[in-house]
């Protein structure tokens, strides 16, 4: 199988008619570029312009708007007031340790008894523990609280009632057809929801639900002899989550992110503190939330026990957050290391594999089920077909998969449930665990719903942009407006444009992997730096379209307007 090496440019919606775009800009106060961005991003009013570029928690939905919510807060505020110990159970990736993190943390604040269990992925799997409720139940837990799992629970569901546990769910997975019995489930795709927002990470259904307690408690009189929680300090956590589980940076979303970045960067939580410095981050964004504070968190989840995770954003001492940001730092380093020679390994398989082939299922004894989920995500950058990578262990494999637009990997997969044990996801990620003599069936089945759902123009990659512009109309002034559309993440893309017929000139090769060069069109220049791209050298040649993100580039003292390149072509004459 070869890689992908043809990208089509579109523009990412219909472009909204000058009227439209001119009422936007003088509403906004923004310029034509920016007003353009922000309306290609679906924002066709003033009113929702405001909303978008303003992310105000005061304008957040009632959380009882949640399904199950008012049976939930009920029940928590009984064993507030009873002393009754409530066991949160999270999962072990970000959204799930970053959800564990905040429930336990405010619960406590709220003055509840509370301890907490992540499990183990390499012993446990995926999703609510047996053994973890009869510890709980053992242990004296009346409540028991998931984070992030627990929709797909059905026989976990009867073992805790039988436990004699009150099984609160909260999750944001798509829900199977049998939902667990549990005393509420509080989900916004539940068909009951009449929340406004479907697409919540874990943590951020986990904040609705404290944002509901703490109403309740405050009109019960509980907070008369002591301060109320700020909730709002706990958005770094639900930042961290939500960026970390890819959902739509949209919507609440939007609001819940951005707010909570301002609260990563400005925060004194030790823990975060700590996993800043070993992660060399000095500015907070999406990019460095997702690729250099999640990875840390999620490599003692992968690799060894996510609870670490947990203890780090909940420690209050400096001094041992950075012990254990140390720590994880040091997994993150041996994760990425078994990443690579699980890469390798895979693209050696796929060598002889079926080039007409519109999906990837790969199993192996070989490979860590910690890893194969980035791994999977690397195969679908580099092939883009939905990708399934199996660990196999003991006759048992545990699987991840990743996706392309087009392809639903949770409706794939219940197609294909008579091949697996079990499965969860969403659109775009996904795992299961299947019997090793299972997987040629797996094989065959996920690639007739490839073959079903997905044509070969669909396997060509499609890279969305914001429309074309002129090179002499971005200035310093332009590229602060369309900073205002920050945070950038899925659902709400950097804005890229494309410039045509350019002429590219002073071209040098950086650390012999990125390519620095002068753009110049009409008579106007602009620097570029196009990253990982040094063997494309020779097709920078005559005029070229670029696709590209204006950014700022600081260099002793200066600032400047510069191109981050994503893509470029021969000129098309102005066709996109």
């Known amino acids: 199988m070869e890689p992908v090496t043809r990208r089509r440019w579109e523009i990412r919606n219909p472009e909204a008619d000058g009227s439209v775009l001119l009422d936007l800009a003088l509403a906004l106060g923004v310029g034509p570029l920016a007003a353009r961005a922000i309306s290609l991003r679906g924002v066709s009013t003033a009113e929702e312009g405001r909303a978008f570029l303003d992310c105000r928690l005061a304008e957040l939905p009632d959380p009882f708007l949640l399904p199950d919510m008012e049976v939930a807060v009920s029940r928590l505020v009984r064993a507030i007031e009873n002393a009754e110990p409530i066991a949160v159970h999270g999962d072990y990736d970000v959204d799930g340790i970053t959800g564990t993190a905040l429930l336990v943390e405010a619960l406590r604040a709220f003055g509840a008894r509370v ?23 053992s242990n004296g837990a009346r409540v028991a609280l998931s984070v992030d799992c627990g929709v797909s629970a059905v026989a976990e569901a009867r073992l805790a009632a039988e ?31 009449r929340f406004p927002f479907k697409e919540l990470s874990g943590v951020g ?68 503190q700590a996993l800043k410095t070993v992660a060399g981050v000095d500015q907070v964004s999406c990019g460095s939330v997702g690729f250099r504070l999640a990875p840390r968190l999620n490599a003692a989840g992968r690799l060894e026990d996510a609870a670490l995770g947990v203890a780090l954003l909940l420690e209050s001492n400096a001094d041992r957050a950075r012990e254990v940001a140390e720590l994880l730092d040091g997994f993150n380093r041996d994760r990425q290391q078994i990443e690579v020679e699980t890469l390798q390994q895979a693209l050696q398989r796929l060598e002889a594999f079926d080039g007409d082939a519109r999906s990837i299922v790969l199993a192996d004894e070989r490979w860590h089920s910690g890893v194969i989920g980035i791994v999977a995500s690397r195969l679908v950058e580099r092939f ?45 990620a996904a795992g299961m665990t299947v019997a090793a003599e299972h997987v040629e069936g797996l094989c065959e089945a996920f690639e007739g719903e490839a073959r079903k759902e997905l044509t070969n123009e669909d396997l060509i990659p499609r890279m969305g942009h914001d429309g074309e512009v002129l090179l002499q ?14 945070p950038f993440g899925a659902g709400n893309p950097e804005p890229v444009f494309v410039a045509s017929a350019v002429r590219v000139q002073q071209v040098s090769v950086l650390k012999e992997q990125h390519l620095r060069f002068t753009a110049r069109q009409d008579g106007y220049s602009l620097p570029c730096i196009a990253f990982g791209m040094a063997e494309r050298l020779t097709e920078l040649q005559g005029d070229v379209d670029l696709l590209f993100a204006p950014a700022l580039n600081e260099w002793k003292g200066r600032v400047s307007v510069q191109l981050r390149i994503k893509d470029f072509r021969p000129s098309l004459n102005g066709e996109s």
């Open 115 to 137: 301890d907490y269990h992540i499990p183990l992925r390499m012993k446990d799997g995926y999703g609510l523990s047996g053994d973890a409720l009869q510890r709980a139940a």
């Open 163 to 193: 436990l004699g546990l009150d099984l609160i769910i909260t999750d944001h997975h798509q829900a199977p057809e049998e939902l667990p019995q549990a005393l509420a489930i509080i989900n916004p795709h539940l068909p009951a929801s």
């Open 205 to 272: 259904v986990a904040f609705f639900l404290l944002a509901a307690l703490r109403r309740a408690l405050r009109e019960k009189g509980a907070f008369g002899d002591r301060p109320e929680p700020d909730l709002r300090r706990s958005l770094d956590l639900v930042a961290l989550g939500t960026i970390a589980d890819i959902v739509p940076l949209q919507g609440i979303n939007r609001t819940l992110t951005k707010v909570g970045l301002q609260v990563l960067s400005h925060g004194q939580r030790p823990g975060v």
């Open 384 to 428: 883009h077909r939905p990708t399934v990578l199996i660990a196999l262990d003991n006759g048992e494999g545990k699987g991840s998969a990743r996706s392309i637009s087009g392809f639903h990997l949770f409706r794939a997969l219940q197609a294909c449930s008579e091949q697996l044990l079990g499965f969860g996801g969403h659109a775009f």
């Open 473 to 486: 109309d971005l200035s310093r002034e332009v590229v602060d407006e369309l900073a205002r559309l920050n």
